[in-house]
């Protein structure tokens, strides 16, 4: 309200200006705030151009180049250098391990065992020219009556008797070296020989057989995934979720955007111009008039009718008098 049309609409215009001042600073605030979150939006759409996608590329090469570079690399040393080296293994002890103990063995049963036996009938066979040696000695001793021929005979009987416990010390331990042979030496080649065959060469053959029906299938079982489950995660990962982040991240931008266009940030104005009269809409000097009139008249007549009364009361008090 105003005295006139003008400083109604200069005052209108104050309040206008004050609240656009009032949300001024609020709304440079979130336009600015919105302008860094687009900033930082686009940095991760960067980020994910720049580091990201060429991440998981290197995890591809890497992958290509590497992981399974070696699972070849590791069949190729089992098929070529592992399983050659046991079954060269294998040929060695049949060919030459089992063949030397065989060998060994026959030559301890056929040669040595004899040669030691022989060496034993020799030394029997001594033995019993020793002890008869002895005899006749003893007996031209009983016999002869020089004391030079006994003195000799005595000497000859000592060398003899050392001849023959040299003679049993060899035979017993031509007898014990031929014991060791039979109980303990071709027991344990022969042992020693059925081990190699029962269980060197199977153990081997039972390796060769792990390294083609167990280690090479688990290898290229490896190697199918790694190509078919890890590598096709990683080209998703590169061709689908980074290229769906970016969207996301670029429908981010244009909401972001959207949400600084005029119709979203805008401060307050005035919608269309003021309605203004040319009569002023108060005071209505009319209506003011007629019951100023109105009220003015019906004093008038209470005055008149009051007035009356008071003369009338002090004319009736003065005759009483």
């Known amino acids: 309200e105003a005295i006139s049309n003008e400083e109604a609409l200069k005052k209108n215009k104050e309040v206008t200006t004050y609240i656009k001042e009032l949300y001024r600073p609020k ?44 699972i070849d690399k590791k069949l190729q040393k089992l098929q070529k250098q592992d399983i050659q080296k046991l079954e060269q293994q294998i040929k060695l002890l049949q060919t030459q391990k089992i063949v030397e103990l065989a060998e060994k063995i026959n030559f301890l049963e056929k040669f040595k065992t004899r040669t030691i036996q022989s060496k034993i009938d020799f030394h029997t066979k001594k ?4 002890t008869k040696a002895i005899n006749k000695l003893y007996n031209e001793n009983q016999n002869s009556s020089e004391s030079t021929v006994t003195i000799i005979s005595s000497i000859q009987m000592v060398n003899y008797q050392n001849l023959i416990l040299s003679s049993q010390n060899q035979i017993e331990d031509f007898k014990t070296e031929l014991e060791i042979i039979d109980t303990q030496i071709i027991p344990n080649l022969k042992i020693k020989r059925i081990n190699i065959l029962d269980v060197s060469i199977k153990d081997l053959q039972l390796q060769i057989e792990n390294i083609k029906n167990i280690t090479i299938p688990n290898l290229h079982r490896e190697k199918e995934i790694t190509i078919s489950d890890t590598k096709r995660k990683l080209q998703h990962d590169m061709n689908v979720d980074l290229v769906s982040k970016k969207t996301q991240l670029n429908e981010k931008i244009m909401k972001l955007k959207y949400n600084l266009t005029e119709q979203n940030v805008k401060n307050c104005d005035v919608v269309g111009d003021y309605v203004v009269h040319d009569y002023a809409v108060k005071p209505k ?16 007549i209470f005055l008149v009718f009051f007035l009356n009364f008071i003369r009338n009361e002090s004319s009736e008090s003065t005759d009483l008098k």
């Open 27 to 70: 709304i440079e605030q979130y336009v600015q705030n919105i302008k860094n979150e687009i900033e930082n939006t686009k940095r991760k759409i960067s980020l994910i151009d720049k580091f990201e996608t060429n991440n998981v590329k290197e995890q591809i090469k890497i992958l290509e180049q590497q992981t399974i570079f070696n």
């Open 127 to 130: 033995l019993d020219e020793y």
């Open 285 to 300: 000097k009319k209506l003011i008039v007629v019951v100023a009139f109105i009220t003015g008249l019906i004093l008038s």
